[in-house]
């Protein structure tokens, strides 16, 4: 059975260059900023965006507005579980089954555990949250 939290995530744009994505982390390093997940990616137009998950949410933000950064806060639904064939399956059907029209997914394994994020399109994220137990 997966365990379920809501959480915030935040969205930064930056150049696509060397080193930006690192510039950031020293940044939440220094200001003692624990990211338990960042997802990032390019775009052709030189932009790259990066999904960032702080243990604390106010530290991440703060970090964030401290260091001039732009960012989009979401909510989410953190699912940590022990990895097993259908698990995260399982978590899509009961979302499914709620209704919720999920926005976008992000999961991941390794060692045997597993994690996801998902987001809900507006407006249905406490329905989400029900569904998964969060």
């Known amino acids: ?9 935040f969205t930064v744009e930056l150049q ?10 020293g940044t939440f390093r220094e200001q003692k900023v624990n990211t338990i997940g960042t ?17 604390n949410a106010g530290k991440t933000e ?8 732009s960012y989009t806060a979401a909510d989410a639904c953190l699912c940590e579980c022990d990895d097993r064939l259908g698990v995260f399956y ?6 499914a089954k709620a209704g919720v029209n999920l926005h976008a997914a992000y999961a991941v ?7 996801y994020v998902l987001w809900a399109e507006e407006g249905q994220h406490s329905k989400l949250c ?4 969060c």
């Open 1 to 9: 059975m997966a365990s379920a939290k809501r959480i915030k995530t």
């Open 16 to 25: 696509h260059k060397p080193g930006a994505l690192a510039q950031v982390m």
């Open 39 to 55: 997802w990032s990616w390019a775009q052709k137009d030189n932009k790259a965006y990066v999904i960032f998950i702080g243990d």
């Open 62 to 69: 703060e970090a964030l507005k401290n260091n001039g950064l």
């Open 90 to 95: 399982d978590t899509l059907q009961k979302a």
């Open 109 to 115: 394994g390794t060692a045997g555990k597993c994690a």
């Open 130 to 133: 029900q569904a998964l137990g």
